[in-house]
């Protein structure tokens, strides 16, 4: 949040989605997975990464942009148009 914040990008943490981010006009949701870290919860180990079932339901029925990405880079590219 803070290295958008200090390219001049508006950013907000979200109950529904991990990022709404306003740049130039327009804006993004990302939903931020990190593929490395593990978790507990009862008894059971998942993976951060995975992605919930409400979020895949919202990636197919979402009409408007929506990505889940893994890394600063990828939401510049997003952002920028380079992706």
């Known amino acids: 949040m803070e290295a958008l914040r ?23 949701l990302f939903e931020v997975k990190d593929p490395e870290k593990l978790y507990l919860k009862d008894g059971v180990t998942y993976r951060k990464g995975a992605i919930k079932p409400a979020q895949s339901k919202l990636r197919s029925t979402w009409l408007g942009q929506y990505d889940i990405v893994t890394s600063l880079e990828q939401i510049l590219e997003i952002i920028n148009g380079t992706r």
């Open 6 to 28: 200090k390219l001049g990008a508006s950013v907000m943490y979200t109950d529904q989605v991990d990022l709404v981010v306003g740049w130039k006009g327009q804006n993004y």
